[in-house]
């Protein structure tokens, strides 16, 4: 873009100040040498930042690599960065002339709301490698490649398990050239009042071909004793994450503190608002897809897949053949927390379904699945029963349910 406007400046005010001078007008030729001159500028500049310019990295000063590193524009900052790690390899710099770089980029790698470029990571591991690094530096990059997020229900009766759930964070470290593997162990321990517990400890990796952000294998918190410690109200519930971050020899402790707003409920008060709605009714029903797809040795498979809806809903399902009603136990329909699909799924006694048999599919409100979930605090709370028609396996295998609900009168 810069080298496109500066030729056209450059070439553009020529012609202007030809033109000027040929008609003896001076105001044309000024305005034309300024255009000359901001031409040749925004071409420079065009130049200084596109991949011809990266090339002149080698030739350009300490200083200026350092605020390309900076830049907001990936490609200089990504080219500068290199060329960094370049000088390092070669033992060109010490640990005073990077002391700023690194302060920087320390700062940014310990700031989750800012982007992270791989390529910035690469340079304070090469630093470390070639011994440019204080230990307290080397440990405060170490302890913020992992990271780990909390969400927890913030409605607990008492007597039942507390729906927990951790994520770990995106990883904020180099491109693996230098250090391969970063692992850490995380210890929990959680205060609700008077009451604490510490579930079992669970570590993340960082492998050079790993970019992290994925599911952690924290569960529901058992919360046996909290009855007899504390009682209903209001509380700061505190996640206290005593973290063992590991990178080849080298050991780091570390403490991460996470606060989450919690009420306590009496054991005989839902922690789940139903919602039922008349207007809505319909929008619920039309969200709906569902399929019952028959094999060729008998046994079938239901999926439901919900789409948007006004309200969050989480259900049981369940099948009625004209005759019974069967539970489906696997399905865990429901709205906001994705599609519930399963086979074979019946239990002990199973239904002996046909092609082209007329069924239709139940979906009951599970307040007590749903007190399970983090957040499905307000959910639907009336069935919805979809009308269905039992197909052949077959071709029509992993498609997308296609069923909608009819206008027919439901069963009993």
Request: one cysteine or more; glycine letters at 10%; hydrophobic letters at 40%.
């Amino acid at each position: 873009m810069g080298i496109w406007l500066g030729a056209v400046c450059v070439v553009g005010g020529a012609v202007a100040w030809l033109w000027g001078r040929r008609l003896q007008r001076a105001w044309v030729v000024r305005i034309a040498g300024l255009t000359v001159a901001f031409g040749f500028v925004a071409l420079l500049a065009g130049l200084w930042l596109s991949p011809l310019g990266w090339r002149l990295n080698p030739l350009k000063p300490l200083r200026v690599l350092q605020w390309e590193v900076a830049s907001k524009n990936p490609g200089l900052r990504t080219a500068a960065a290199r060329e960094l790690v370049d000088r390092i390899l070669a033992g060109r710099v010490n640990h005073t002339q990077l002391a700023s770089t690194l302060t920087a980029i320390l700062a940014e790698q310990a700031d989750r709301s800012s982007p992270w470029d791989p390529a910035k990571g690469d340079v304070v591991e090469a630093a470390q490698t070639h011994a440019l690094l204080t230990p307290p530096e080397w440990e405060a990059y170490a302890t913020h490649v992992l990271g780990w997020s909390y969400e927890a229900r913030p409605r607990l009766r008492l007597g039942d398990d507390w729906p927990t759930h951790d994520k770990t964070l995106p990883h904020r470290r180099g491109t693996g050239r230098f250090v391969f593997e970063f692992e850490s162990t995380g210890q929990l321990e959680v205060r609700i009042g008077a009451w604490t517990f510490q579930p079992e400890p669970h570590t993340i990796y960082a492998l050079a071909s790993s970019r992290g952000g994925g599911n952690g294998g924290l569960g529901p918190i058992p919360t046996a004793g909290m009855a007899t410690t504390i009682t209903p109200g209001q509380y700061t519930a505190t996640l206290l994450l005593y973290c063992q971050t590991l990178v080849g020899r080298d050991v780091f402790h570390h403490l991460s503190t996470y606060e989450i707003p919690l009420t306590v409920l009496p054991p005989t008060m839902s922690s789940v608002t139903l919602i039922s709605r008349p207007e809505l009714v319909e929008a619920m029903r039309q969200a709906v897809r569902v399929k019952i797809l028959l094999q060729s040795d008998g046994r079938s498979a239901l999926f439901v897949d919900i789409g948007a809806t006004p309200v969050d809903g989480v259900f049981s399902a369940f099948v009625w053949d004209g005759e019974r009603e069967w539970a489906f136990n696997e399905v865990d329909a429901s709205t906001r927390w994705g599609i519930g699909s399963a086979r074979e799924s019946w239990g002990e006694e199973k239904p002996k379904f046909r092609q082209g048999q007329q069924v239709e599919l139940r979906l009951r409100p599970d307040p007590q699945k749903a007190m399970t979930k983090v957040d499905a605090l307000e959910v639907w709370g009336e069935e919805i029963r979809v009308p269905c028609t039992v197909e052949g396996y077959g071709a029509a295998e992993g498609t997308r349910p296609a069923t909608r609900p009819s206008s027919s009168a439901p069963a009993p």
